[in-house]
């Protein structure tokens, strides 16, 4: 699934905040979307995943206007992972993850053997089969989004839309849903706030800043120290990080 954005702007309560961002998804590329607060990456995602209409511009998934889908086909061709689980506490992991099915069902439709295949599958992927029976609101914070992106799976969209899936994570936990969706296979934008994550995980990274594109990129092409301190007001050390051999960012105060 390739996803284009064309000359996007967004404007929310009369405010504008996006200005004409273009940005460019190949299929099975892992995009990050990074910028200093405020920048407008939410309110970007917002407009891919049809929570906010651009005021201009077009979002197209494989050259299809996005916003000119039917939901339900929308539906089917792109998922979503927020910052902010919205899903009560009192439902069952498998009931959750079941919420991504809704898109291939009817009104009337009751759960099908391929339904519970997604789901059982879905669970298997991200590691919480043995969770399927527990309540979402007991899981820790990184069981709770391995669980939502069970979800999406479950959906069996080719595009996946993570807003800073790793906040309020532990280490382990961050670094583990990382290598989880980079595994997956499916076409990546997920807004990020670590740099270190977006140099070693992303193929491209494209930087917001006051709502336009300041640079977009492999992420050792754009984010030089020079671009970072520009940027985002911090020293950085640009390097090959000891342990896994990847990109690796370390930032320090000016």
Known sequence: MRLDL???RAAIDGTPILHGVDLAAAPGRFVGLIGPNGSGKS???RTVYRSLRPSAGVVSLDGEDLWRMPP?????RRAVVTQHGDVGGEFSVREVVAMGRAPHQGP????????????????ERVDLAWAADRLFGTLSGGERQ???????????APLLVLDEPTNHLDVRAQLDLLDLVRSLG????AALHDLDHAAAYCDEVVVLERGRVRAAGPPLEVLTPAFIAEVFGVRAHVGEHPLTGRPHIAVASL
């Open 72 to 76: 339900r086909r929308a539906a089917r």
């Open 108 to 123: 009337l439709d009751r759960e099908s053997a391929a339904d519970r295949a997604a789901v059982a599958e879905a669970l």
């Open 6 to 8: 064309a000359g996007v």
């Open 186 to 189: 499916l076409t990546l934008l």
């Open 43 to 45: 309110t970007l995602l």
């Open 146 to 156: 391995r669980a939502l992106v069970a979800r999406a799976l479950a959906q069996r």
